[in-house]
């Protein structure tokens, strides 16, 4: 069964730092991973996907994603953070066959200035 | 404006009453999906619909029943609400129900049973 882990429950940052929010993954074979993110109060919305291909995949609002597969790991990253990234970020996995999204705890990112 | 559209948005339920949560898709998706969000739990799957006239549990489908009523629309039914319950509900659906296939939200429903 496919399992996706959150490390991090909360992170906090300062506004203009660095960001990684690491997830790491279970399933056997190449799985299709997803990071989402959620405003409070909000739905989910998509920020990236990785399902073949570059390893490093680009989404909105200027985070990028790392595949590596040695780690089991998808990693989130953003080289300088807004106070507007404070939110609730989700990864998730599915195999290639009709099973759906599994979401990992999340991370909430706080911004501070 | 098109994606899901979650009704209601809020709603208080006594212990033993029944309600349905409604949900609706405007993007010709053909999957569809209910979730809860509890916190430090994240999102659980309650049950999804692969495709019109499908559908099958997830991983917390005790006490939920749902309709794929057409394509459009998939409501998840509390027969005799309980407290366990109390949770923030999302429906969300995808194009289809393969790997590559990311999910578009609602903005969900807060239910609380007392």
């Given amino acids: 069964a496919q399992s996706v882990t959150q490390p991090d429950i909360h992170i906090t940052v300062s506004e203009g730092a660095s960001l990684e929010l690491r997830c790491n993954y279970s ?40 595949f590596k597969r040695s780690q089991s790991s998808f990693n989130l ?37 | ?16 009453q029944s309600m349905t949560l409604q949900c609706a898709q405007d993007m010709n998706h053909n999957s569809m999906y209910w979730y809860r969000q509890d916190p430090g739990m994240g999102l659980r799957l309650i049950y999804y619909s692969a495709s019109e006239g499908t559908t099958d549990k997830g991983e917390v489908p005790n ?8 394509k459009r629309e998939f409501s998840l039914r509390l027969e005799s609400a309980a407290p366990s319950q109390t949770s923030v509900y999302f429906c969300a659906s995808s194009e289809g129900s393969g790997g590559f296939y ?13």
């Fill in chain 2, 1 to 16: 404006n098109a994606g899901v559209t979650q009704t209601p948005k809020f709603q208080v339920l006594k212990t033993g």
């Fill in chain 2, 63 to 70: 006490g939920y029943n749902v309709s794929r009523l057409n």
């Fill in chain 1, 27 to 66: 399933y056997g074979a190449t799985p299709y991973l997803f990071w989402y993110v959620q405003s409070p109060g909000q739905g989910l919305q998509l920020l990236l996907k990785y399902f073949s291909g570059d390893t490093l995949v680009q989404g909105i609002k200027g985070f990028e994603a790392e």
């Fill in chain 1, 77 to 113: 990253r953003k080289p300088s953070v807004h106070w507007s990234d404070a939110a609730e970020y989700f990864c998730a996995v599915r195999s290639s066959g009709n099973t759906p999204l599994v979401f990992g705890k999340g991370t909430r990112l706080s911004v501070i200035a």
């Fill in chain 2, 102 to 114: 990311g999910y578009t939200f609602g903005s969900g429903t807060r239910l609380t049973v007392v």
